[in-house]
């Protein structure tokens, strides 16, 4: 791996790891304001697991010589985790779930997924490992939520076109092609993304994969294809 | 009647994608709302081949007898540069995601758009539930031959009196089309790829039909109908008597017109709702991309019309299955609604005018 190679990776394990310590402190949170036990053991086991991700995505930095920087208050991150906050201030569980099992595990499961199938195989097996368990955490809120969903479904598809307008549009401004609001507080030299096609990614791809799994997840859910379809259409480009 | 397996929510289910990246881009920019601005060239290409199939827009389509039937239009989102053969597994994929969206939406029965039949080869039965899913070819076999009718009547002349050219003689809609006109017109004309179907079909046709090349045949054409799944316009006829009439109903459009083409030619196929249809978004002068209002091509018509019927079953399963008996049966379920031959036209417009004359 050349230096400009590793300098790409660098950056990617930023975001990955920034994003797992997110998921790490929202798992937490969720736990906090469950009440059943029985939940609150399963959000604490996903917040371990997701602290476990953030141990494999650093080891794996170290095995390719690279320094990472986990910043959960790097500006993108950040505004997506005071989202979350706000819902979990408010105890609002479904919007919790909403938020980092579908919205923000859909972005990892796709994203890491395209990157196990085009990186090096030392690199390709963590993403993959993780992509894999994610996706797990993806199907547990499918269940969950059309059990939410159908009990209440104007007030559920409310909030989830609400959390989409934040967390969404923070995430379609991540992987646009040039940085809309500026520096992500985690690249260590200028923009990554144009440099992903010299390790075999680009911006694009990333983008749809992790935009068709979020819709494709939501239609699991059962919200209506053609609305969920206006929302993706208005995100940020 | 079929389709038992899950509860009815809708009437029908419109099975398409976008002809062109004009088309997409102003699907994309009514989604997006007017308060945006469209989406740059570069990034509908990135992203609209990742949208999954999906309902885009709610129809109602509406009877002259005052019912109304509802249903979805749902869009496979294959990219249009993308219909080739060497996309086939993918795009045969999007066609089976889409009517698996039509089933889960609940559509009593789910109509194949042009491209999605022809990807099928016009078979239904590996859908998610055939019992439900229809080629829509029956409805477009007769607003061809109603086309072909009516061309006639204008110019005076009868089928009887004429010989008829069918270029993709032994498809579902092209045998639908030489099953009909056997036993009412001149003679037939039949030409296709595959030989051995070729002869099996003339074999099959209790009329006077030659087979050969379309060299050879057409010469001796009075009117010719275009019925060939080719992957981009390519046939030229430059050897038809100049006062052949050709009825392009192939998709893609199968003729390559040049500037001094002397027959007059119209596109087949299609039909008008003379009741009317609405869509949620309005998205009908983006997908009806005609000169008349509520025209849409026949295989759409048809999961209308079985919508309005409340026909859910799989009335065109495929290849070989459409039958004179079958096109009548059609023709007067659309009729009793108010659906007719969509007044004839080209990309220049009405064509009707210059044939009377």
């Known amino acids: 791996m050349n230096p400009a190679e590793q300098a790409v990776w660098a950056d990617v394990l930023s975001q990955a790891v920034t994003g797992e310590m997110i998921g790490a402190m929202n798992y937490e949170d969720l736990a906090s304001i469950l009440h059943e036990p029985e939940e609150k053991n399963e959000a604490l086991d996903h917040a371990e697991r997701e602290a476990a991700h953030t141990r494999m995505f650093l080891d794996l930095a170290r095995s390719i010589g690279v320094t990472v920087k986990g910043d959960p208050t790097a500006p993108y991150w950040s505004r997506i985790r005071n989202s979350f906050v706000h819902r979990a201030d408010a105890r609002d569980h479904t919007s919790c779930f909403l938020i980092q099992e579908v919205?923000?595990?859909?972005?990892a499961v796709a994203s890491y997924g395209r990157i196990a199938a085009t990186a090096p195989a030392s690199i390709a097996a963590t993403f993959g490992a993780i992509a894999a368990e994610e996706s797990q955490h993806v199907g547990h809120a499918v269940k969950l939520l059309r059990e939410v969903r159908g009990r209440d479904i104007e007030s559920f598809d409310l909030k989830t076109?609400?959390?989409?307008?934040?967390?969404?549009?923070?995430?379609?401004e991540m992987v646009a092609r040039n940085?809309?609001?500026?520096?992500?507080?985690?690249?260590?030299?200028?923009?990554?993304?144009?440099?992903?096609?010299?390790?075999?990614?680009?911006?694009?791809?990333?983008r749809g994969a992790a935009l068709r799994q979020y819709m494709q997840t939501l239609d699991a859910i059962g919200l209506p294809g053609d609305v969920t379809l206006q929302w993706v259409a208005r995100l940020p480009v | 009647m079929g389709g038992q397996a899950a509860r009815v929510m809708l009437d029908f289910a419109l099975i398409g994608h976008l002809e062109d990246w004009r088309a997409a881009a102003s699907v994309l920019s009514v989604l997006r709302g007017r308060d945006l601005p469209p989406l740059p060239d570069e990034e509908l290409r990135s992203i609209l081949p990742w949208i999954p199939p999906r309902t885009v827009c709610r129809v109602v389509v509406r009877s002259r007898t005052g019912?109304?039937?509802?249903?979805?239009?749902?869009?496979?989102f294959i990219p249009p540069d993308q219909l080739e053969?060497?996309?086939?597994?993918?795009?045969?994929?999007?066609?089976?995601?889409?009517?698996t969206c039509a089933m889960r939406e609940g559509a009593g029965v789910a109509t194949l758009g042009g491209f999605a039949s022809i990807l099928l080869e016009g078979r239904v039965e590996g859908l998610h539930d055939p019992t439900r899913s229809t080629t829509g070819n029956t409805m477009t076999v007769a607003l061809i031959v109603r086309g072909v009718e009516r061309a006639l009547a204008l110019t005076r002349r009868s089928l009887e009196a004429s010989s008829v050219l069918i270029i993709g003689a032994t498809g579902d809609v092209g045998s639908g089309c030489a099953r009909y006109l056997a036993p009412r017109a001149k003679q037939l004309l039949l030409c296709a790829r595959n030989q051995s179907r070729l002869t099996t079909l003339r074999d099959e046709l209790d009329a006077n039909a030659i087979i050969g090349t379309l060299d050879e045949l057409a010469p001796r054409a009075d009117i010719v109908i275009c019925a060939a799944s080719l992957p981009s316009p390519s046939l030229l006829l430059g050897t038809l008597p100049p006062h052949a009439i050709i009825c392009d109903a192939g998709y893609p459009k199968n003729m390559k017109?040049?500037?001094?083409?002397?027959?007059?030619?119209?596109?087949?196929?299609?039909?008008?709702?003379?009741?009317?249809?609405?869509?949620?978004?309005?998205?009908?002068?983006?997908?009806?991309?005609?000169?008349?209002?509520?025209?849409?091509?026949?295989?759409?018509?048809?999961?209308?019309?079985?919508?309005l019927e409340r026909r859910f079953e799989s009335f065109s399963k495929g290849r070989g299955g459409?039958?004179?008996?079958?096109?009548?049966?059609?023709?007067?379920?659309?009729?009793?609604?108010?659906?007719?031959?969509?007044?004839?036209?080209?990309?220049?417009g009405s064509i009707e005018e210059a044939l009377t004359a």
């Open chain 1, 103 to 107: 919205m923000l595990e859909s972005f």
């Open chain 1, 161 to 172: 076109h609400a959390a989409h307008g934040e967390v969404m549009t923070t995430l379609a």
């Open chain 1, 179 to 206: 940085d809309p609001k500026g520096h992500c507080g985690l690249c260590h030299g200028s923009c990554v993304k144009e440099s992903l096609p010299s390790v075999g990614l680009c911006t694009d791809d990333l």
């Open chain 2, 67 to 76: 019912a109304e039937a509802r249903g979805v239009y749902i869009d496979s």
């Open chain 2, 85 to 99: 053969s060497r996309f086939l597994r993918e795009n045969l994929a999007r066609v089976r995601d889409a009517a």
């Open chain 2, 257 to 307: 017109w040049s500037a001094d083409a002397s027959s007059a030619h119209f596109f087949g196929g299609l039909g008008t709702v003379s009741a009317g249809f609405d869509m949620t978004p309005d998205l009908e002068g983006i997908l009806n991309r005609h000169p008349f209002r509520h025209v849409a091509h026949g295989c759409l018509l048809e999961g209308m019309t079985l919508g």
């Open chain 2, 322 to 348: 459409i039958t004179p008996g079958r096109v009548d049966e059609m023709w007067a379920m659309a009729q009793r609604h108010g659906i007719e031959l969509a007044p004839l036209h080209n990309a220049h």
